[in-house]
């Protein structure tokens, strides 16, 4: 006996990769990945709220987007409280949020102190709790949609000298898949993208030219990635062509670590 004729419905696939008419909170908009990704959303329909703790930054990032820009210390239980009530009401609603928030500062383990890990903690993970909370509750009331994160390498790997980072972005990988499982009969997807060495104006200031053909000659795809590189995944996983993907994590950091050995090479992002 043959098989049925398919007849299932053929979506229409181009237009999965648009966020016409859905206002999108991105957290750490102001540089790097952040800009890039405030550039992405936009391309892709989404009005931005863009978010960062340096006015100037937020104030540019807009300009260029068409975004509205906003000042927030992502850290500080009220001062998130007070933005996400403030997108929902500037954005009509929050369809999503992209959370690029996250630093490191690069020490070994028996030169940490109680202030550096705690710093990590509170930049990385505390962070990225907080937007779950406010971030989740209103992408749910605005009828579902995704939170999307930064995490790193660093928290897959072992990265000399990221000891607090990397824990801490470990810990944001577990906090996305709790937050997936939890969040997901409320129409919420949560996923993180997580990138190796990404060439952004900080990275390239520690790093400097040799740092970058290093780690352009490690990778499989003989390059460094650029932030654009990390904005295109982040929002892949913010539009529809995403729509059954939650509790992941995309690394992308061009092949580097499928190799062997992982070299002791400078830090993520």
């Known amino acids: 006996m043959s098989e049925p004729l ?3 419905p053929v979506p229409d696939y181009a ?3 648009r966020l016409d008419g859905r206002g999108v909170v991105l957290l750490g908009a102001g ?3 952040g800009r890039q990704s405030a550039h992405a959303l936009t391309a892709a329909g989404a009005r931005v709220l863009c978010v960062d703790l340096d006015k100037e930054r937020a104030d540019a990032v807009a300009a260029q987007t068409g975004g509205v820009p906003y000042v927030a210390d992502v850290t500080r239980r009220a001062d998130m409280h007070d933005l996400f009530a403030y997108a929902q009401r500037e954005l009509g609603g929050v369809g999503g949020v992209v959370d690029i928030v996250g630093m490191a500062r690069y020490a070994a383990l028996d030169a940490l102190d109680d202030d550096a890990w705690e710093w990590h ?3 990385v993970l505390r962070h990225a709790w907080l937007a779950v909370q406010y971030g989740g509750a209103a992408v749910a009331e605005a009828g579902g949609g995704p939170l999307v994160f930064v995490a790193s390498v660093s928290g897959l790997t072992a ?3 990221h000891g607090a980072y990397g824990a801490a972005k470990a810990g944001l990988m577990s906090l996305v898949r709790t937050a997936a499982v939890e969040y997901g009969p409320r129409g919420v997807r949560v996923n993180a ?3 190796g060495v990404v060439w952004t104006p900080r990275v390239a200031g520690l790093l400097g030219e040799e740092g970058h053909d290093r780690n352009a000659a490690n990778a499989p795809l003989g390059r460094v990635a650029r932030p654009a590189d990390i904005a295109a995944a982040l929002l892949f996983l913010a539009t529809p ?9 995309l690394v992308v950091d061009g092949g580097a670590g499928v190799k062997f050995p992982y070299p002791t090479i400078g830090g993520p992002r």
């Open 193 to 195: 993208v997580a990138p």
């Open 241 to 249: 062509q995403s729509a059954y993907v939650t509790g992941q994590t």
């Open 31 to 33: 540089n790097g990945i």
């Open 121 to 123: 903690f509170s930049l």
């Open 159 to 161: 990265a000399p000298l």
């Open 15 to 17: 237009a999965l990769h």
């Open 6 to 8: 398919d007849t299932t």
